[in-house]
């Protein structure tokens, strides 16, 4: 069974770090492109960072909002993918979910964890 | 970046109905277009994808349509447990573009 838990989300200070992991279980991690996706509060979805999959080496792609504050990684022995957000702002303040993305796109997402970026 | 408009926002109908969203990208996406359900307090679940493919264990009355720039999502004899935001998502090109959700509710 495919399974995406997401956790290491909270409160904290504009300007501030926060890490988040997403743990992987059920497939071949390497074999599939990892992503993020955030929703702030009563929001549509807005996607903001991609690591393609082993066969293309890993690479990273991300969105204008994030690029150069966010770094998404991966633990390929953990089966574990990584969202390093630096210089918070609060209009970072969402649901941050980590999805599998194939063919079929995002077939499976993660429960999702809250960041709320507040002074 | 490839803009996703959606339409309806909002939607009322009543159960057995037929719905229908739509969806349009402001250049061609070549069918690389699906669909999700988002629930109340839930993560979202693929509905369909490359524009009219069923995803695995979801109802046939659930179906999607379209090309070039132009897509939408057909619900035949909606259901209660249909009540939820769909959106509509790109993935011919990073970065990769959401709609803006239609909230799906019943009469």
């Known amino acids: 069974e495919v399974k995406l838990v997401e956790y290491g989300g909270g409160l904290v200070q504009p300007g501030a770090s926060l890490r988040l992991s997403c743990e992987a279980s059920g497939f071949t991690f390497s074999d599939f492109y990892m992503e993020w996706i955030r929703q702030a509060p009563g929001k549509g979805l807005e996607w903001i960072a991609a690591?393609?999959?082993?066969?293309?080496?890993?690479?990273?792609v991300y969105s204008a909002s994030v690029k150069d504050r966010f770094t998404i990684s991966r633990d390929t022995y953990k089966s574990i993918l990584y969202l390093q957000m630096n210089t918070l702002k609060p209009e970072d303040t969402a649901i941050y979910y980590c999805a599998r993305a194939s063919i079929p796109p995002f077939d499976y997402w993660g429960q999702g964890v809250m960041v709320t970026v507040s002074s | 970046d490839i803009r996703m408009t959606q339409s309806p926002a909002s939607l009322s109908a009543s159960l057995g109905e037929t719905v229908n969203i739509e969806c349009l990208a402001s250049?061609?996406?070549?069918?690389?277009l699906a669909w999700y359900q988002q629930k109340p307090g839930k993560s979202p679940q693929l509905l369909i994808y490359n524009a009219n493919s069923l995803q695995n264990g979801v109802p046939s009355r659930f179906s999607g349509s379209g090309s070039g720039t132009q897509y939408s999502l057909k619900i035949n004899s909606l259901q209660s447990e249909d009540v939820a935001t769909y959106f509509c998502?790109?993935?011919?090109?990073?970065?990769?573009?959401f709609g803006s959700g239609t909230k799906l509710e019943i009469k």
């Open positions: 690591s393609r999959n082993k066969a293309n080496d890993y690479s990273t």
């Open positions: 998502q790109q993935y011919n090109n990073y970065p990769l573009t």
């Open positions: 250049e061609d996406i070549y069918s690389d």
